[in-house]
C-alpha cells in the first residue's frame, strides 16, 4: 500500500483514516464534495480531488494511479428518500468498483452493522450470522452495498474486503455529538434503563482493521468482518460517561415499551407529510439502541490481528479534549 485513493474523506471516519495513513507515510488522494471544508491539519500532504461519487469514473484522469481504494462515501442517516440513498450508497459504490477495477487495485469498503436488520436484538451476531430484513432504507443500501461489493468479487475479480463496523464512535462521531445535543437540553436519549451492551467500536479500531485488511498479502477476496469493541459497556454507561466527562446532566429515558410502539408510527407520518428531519424515534435507532446485540470481532483477530485496546475512559478524555478545544 503506496498512494490510496478514500471516498468520503471528509467525513467522520475518514479524517481518521487520513491521519492515520499520512503518519504511515502512505500518499493519499482524498475525494472531497465541491463544497466541503478541508481540515488544515492536511496541510499540502493530500491531493484534493472534488466531485461526486455517483460520478466518481468521470474524474478517473484527474484521480490518477492508486493502489488501494478505501470506499467510505455513503449517507449516513436512516432518513430521507429510498431514491437518494440507492444513488449516492449502492449506485456510488458501483462506481468506486469500477474505480478500483481499472486500476487493478485493493478495494475496502466500509458498510455497517445496520446490514443485519431484523437480526439485531437477537443475542450475539457475527459474520455466520444471515442477514434480516431491514426497516430502513439505511438497512436496505448497506445490504446492497454488501451485495454489489461481493458480486463484483465473483464476476470481475475484485479484490475486495468488507469491513463491518458496530456502532461507531470518537472524536465527531453522531453517536458523541447527537447525545451531547440531547443531554444537554434534557431530552430523552436511553430506551428503558438503556442496561444492555451498546455495541460500540471506537474510530480508530475501525480505521485499525480497514488498515490491516489493505495491507494483508494473504487475504482471500470478498471477506466481511464485523468490527467492534470487547463486549461490557452498555448505553447507561456510555451515556452517564459522556455526562460526568462533559458536565451535562444526566440521561433521561423514554420506556423501552412507548419507543418500540412509536417508531414504526413515527416514521411513517414522518414519510407521509415529507418530514425533513427524523422523528424522535426510528426504527433503525430503536434496533440499534432499545435491544441488546453483542458484536463479535474474533474472526478479524484471527485473521488480521485486530486489537481493540482502547479504552472508554480514553475515549472520553479524548472528547474532553476536543470539546475543550472548540
Request: aromatic share 6%; proline share 4%; hydrophobic share 45%.
Amino acid at each position: 500500500m503506496k498512494s490510496v485513493l478514500i471516498t468520503g474523506a471528509g467525513g467522520f471516519i475518514g479524517r481518521h483514516l487520513v491521519a492515520e495513513l499520512l503518519a504511515q507515510g502512505i500518499a493519499v488522494k482524498a475525494l472531497m464534495l465541491p463544497t466541503e471544508a478541508i481540515p488544515e491539519s492536511w496541510g499540502d500532504k493530500v491531493k484534493i480531488i472534488r466531485g461526486d461519487i455517483r460520478r466518481l469514473m468521470e474524474l478517473a484522469d484527474e484521480i490518477g494511479e492508486f493502489d488501494t481504494l478505501f470506499h467510505l462515501a455513503a449517507i449516513v442517516s436512516d432518513w430521507g428518500a429510498k431514491q437518494e440513498h440507492v444513488d449516492i450508497t449502492v449506485h456510488g459504490t458501483e462506481q468506486a468498483i469500477a474505480l478500483a477495477l481499472k486500476n487493478s487495485a485493493r478495494f475496502v469498503v466500509t458498510t455497517s452493522i445496520a446490514a443485519y436488520g431484523s437480526k439485531m436484538g437477537s443475542g450475539i451476531l457475527d459474520e455466520q450470522t444471515q442477514r434480516g430484513t431491514p426497516a430502513s432504507n439505511y438497512e436496505y443500501v448497506k445490504q446492497r452495498q454488501e451485495d454489489v461489493t461481493l458480486k463484483a468479487v465473483c464476476e470481475n475479480g475484485l479484490h475486495a474486503t468488507l469491513i463491518r463496523p458496530s456502532n461507531v464512535y470518537g472524536v465527531g462521531s453522531v453517536w458523541v455529538n447527537r447525545f451531547v445535543d440531547k443531554l444537554a437540553q434534557q431530552e430523552p436519549s436511553l430506551m428503558g434503563d438503556g442496561n444492555w451492551d451498546a455495541g460500540l467500536v471506537h474510530v480508530r479500531h475501525v480505521v485499525q482493521a480497514m488498515t490491516l485488511a489493505a495491507q494483508s498479502t494473504t487475504l482471500p477476496a470478498g471477506e466481511i468482518f464485523v468490527i467492534a469493541d470487547n463486549p461490557g459497556v452498555t448505553w447507561k454507561q456510555y451515556l452517564d460517561a459522556l455526562a460526568n466527562t462533559l458536565d451535562l446532566p444526566k440521561a433521561k429515558s423514554i420506556p423501552n415499551w412507548l419507543a418500540r410502539a412509536l417508531a414504526p408510527i413515527l416514521v411513517g407520518v414522518g414519510k407521509l407529510i415529507n418530514q425533513k428531519n427524523p422523528p424522535l424515534v426510528t426504527n433503525l435507532a430503536y434496533r440499534l439502541t432499545g435491544v441488546e446485540s453483542i458484536f463479535k470481532s474474533d474472526k478479524a483477530k484471527k485473521m488480521l490481528g485486530y486489537k481493540p485496546e482502547i479504552t472508554l475512559e480514553q475515549a472520553m478524555q479524548e472528547i474532553k479534549t476536543d470539546f475543550e478545544q472548540r
